[in-house]
């Protein structure tokens, strides 16, 4: 008698199980789905609603605010949700396409195709649209997806996913290439992550202690959406407002994401340090410095090593005034995050150089670090920003869900 | 005062501290230093061979003689090496190269840039070639690389290293960013697979204990080139000589490679069943085989469960009669490694069905998988044969050892 499976092998049995038949739906087929689904959620705003109300019921005050901004949902979220869905549906179709076809002289046609990865999981946080915008992205690219979400959204989760099973029986989909894991401790994210037989790849998509745990924890390949410590450098030759304008942008105007800016690097002889600070501080921005801003500012506090390493994502920012663009980009290896980072300069061979070897996924120049993100690229929707530097780096799209497959036509031939 | 650093972190950290300067080399400049390594090895036979002398002379009988085939040298063999160095100083350098740039409606000037990875670490076993191939393609791609060779051939291995660091003195080019590890016991091994810091990926190329090993300790991304259990199907309508061919010429032209096959699959109905596996026989291959062949060839052993996941390496071969390209599909997507596989048939259905659902790196209509190889695709030298599906699937080359970088030109843009 077999031994009998636990409640995570049978999820990953089952996405593997599918995965094969999933991996060949037409775009029309997969598309008229990702409508159906987007309408299955516009209908029933009241049955999510009321699934998001016990979720915000039970949310420990101590969670603060900024987590419960990030769950409570209305109809306005949910439209947007529906939005992102039907923008999926419209995107064009990864799968089966290539550019790489190559007739050798013994005759063999090779072909380099794109194919579904085959099964994915995505172990996230509070916010419910993931739920949605996941498991669009994946099964448009012809996926298995494992959700896994936080357990602070269980009820609203469930909720959406029935949804999605709804349109999926409709549509004539197996249910089980979207599966969610209603065990949301630990034990069963750590054994989740020991089932290399049957899922390819895990994203991890969080905080620093979610990030951590999966990658001590797992034996299947990893692409993880880590965070954003990211950097403003500003020039000795830099003009004055645009240099304001991107660092209170960066700053300010969301500081809770992962492409908001963390450390502001000034040149010693630019000319407008002070009143550049001062407009930090005049937004409420707490400043910590290294020991030229606190000679200007001698009311601040200075900034510790673990600063320079810290990512606040709050109205907090760390200040070092430079000798000049090669010390900037040191700072930035060294400290950052490899996330998003710019340089505001007038001076074309600075820009050059620090575009160059700033090893970043996305390097700016004269441009807030807030722009990395798939829509603002260009990309459409995206699973998160990737923070690795194999299989994809900076926005997740589409693609970052596919693979390549080498499909070789002969008549006969053996190697000599 | 700091702790100080053991022989493996220095070795990171100079990789590292190397590796953002290396990353802007010209392709002129580092095409002139890999002739100029070809130069050195190839006027320096006599002392690669005292050295490989050494090793050949240190080697343990029990290794067997495949073992000291990989390992021994001779004039030939070194020239074989020099004009794989040659022939990747001829290759395009993908290094700067991109197909996406996009204006955005802001005005941003948005482009993905391929750019090198950074610091590769290999860690591989006996065939001193690898040494130079490595060291080759990943100076050809701009990164830095720590070399982790077998024990075995560690006299040879210092003497190629030596010559390339010749090279590179005469080139201007910092040794650090070829460097080799003299202690190849476990233990260093460990530790280098904990320097997450200052690697960004470990390429494991070597036996199932290798892999196993650098899969257990890894804390950096890995891209495995595992073993390959590959399959012929051959179909019930299928032309007799293509599938004898194809079937001896994947086991038997070179068993000891991981594109040479394990498993044949045979259609029930399948009228030449009997004078295939007979042809193997006649080449002095042992076969096991499920009920079905047991009834044809009473003297056979039966294969075993463990069988079907075998990489034998060997002239030896597991046998199954299947009810059709059904029952063959879900066996080699079980028990194969995803790594290539063949179906021979004349039915056009029957291919394009096996093509598309066998979930492996290279699957072939009517050709032996003995052509999974770089060189055979077209490709130029490689790394390996990569059996994952993230970052690079099959013959891993020079682009394998690239990532992208965003890059993104303003003139003051902020996000709304």
């Not at 450098?233 to 004055?240: F, G, L, N, R, T």
Request: charged share 25%; proline share 3%; glycine share 6%.
């Amino acid at each position: 008698m077999p031994a009998q499976k636990s409640y995570i092998e049978e999820i990953a049995q089952k996405a593997r199980a599918v995965s094969y038949e999933i991996s060949s739906r037409g775009t029309g087929e997969k598309n008229a789905l990702l409508n159906s689904i987007a309408d299955e959620l516009s209908e029933n705003h009241d049955l999510i609603l009321e699934a998001n109300k016990k979720d915000v019921f039970a949310l420990n005050a101590e969670k603060g605010k900024a987590f419960l901004d990030r769950l409570k949902l209305d109809d306005k979220r949910i439209e947007a949700m529906v939005t992102t869905i039907r923008d999926i549906a419209a995107q064009p179709d990864p799968i089966g396409s290539g550019n790489w076809i190559n007739k050798r002289p013994n005759g063999l046609k090779i072909m380099k195709i794109r194919i579904p990865i085959g099964v994915v999981a995505i172990i996230y946080e509070s916010r419910p649209n993931v739920t949605s915008d996941i498991a669009a992205m994946t099964l448009k690219t012809g996926n298995s997806v494992i959700l896994r979400g936080g357990k602070e959204s269980i009820h609203t989760n469930c909720a959406i996913v029935g949804l999605i099973h709804d349109a999926m029986k409709k549509n004539n989909f197996p249910e089980d290439s979207v599966q969610f894991i209603e065990k949301t401790d630990y034990e069963h994210a750590a054994e989740l992550l020991k089932q290399s037989n049957c899922i390819d790849v895990v994203i991890p998509r969080g905080g620093e202690k979610l990030i951590k745990f999966v990658e001590e924890h797992s034996k299947i390949p990893v692409i993880k959406h880590d965070k954003g410590i990211c950097h403003i450098y500003v020039d000795e030759i830099a003009d004055k407002v645009k240099a304001e304008n991107i660092t209170i942008n960066a700053k300010v105007q969301k500081p809770s994401v992962c492409n908001a800016a963390e450390t502001l690097l000034i040149h010693k002889k630019y000319p407008h340090a002070k009143s550049l600070i001062q407009a930090l501080l005049d937004k409420e921005v707490e400043v910590v410095g290294d020991a030229g801003v606190l000679q200007m500012f001698k009311a601040l506090k200075p900034a510790t090593e673990e600063d320079w390493f810290t990512e606040y994502l709050d109205l907090k920012i760390s200040v070092k005034m430079v000798d000049g663009v090669g010390e900037a980009i040191n700072h930035i290896n060294r400290y950052g995050s490899h996330h998003s980072d710019a340089i505001v300069s007038e001076c074309y061979d600075n820009i050059q150089l620090f575009l160059d070897r700033v090893d970043s996924a996305a390097v700016y120049a004269n441009a807030s670090t807030r722009f990395t993100d798939g829509g603002e690229f260009g990309l459409g929707a995206e699973v998160g920003i990737s923070t690795q530097k194999i299989h994809v780096r900076g926005p997740m799209g589409l693609e970052g869900l596919t693979t390549e497959k080498w499909v070789v036509y002969g008549d006969g031939q053996v190697r000599e």
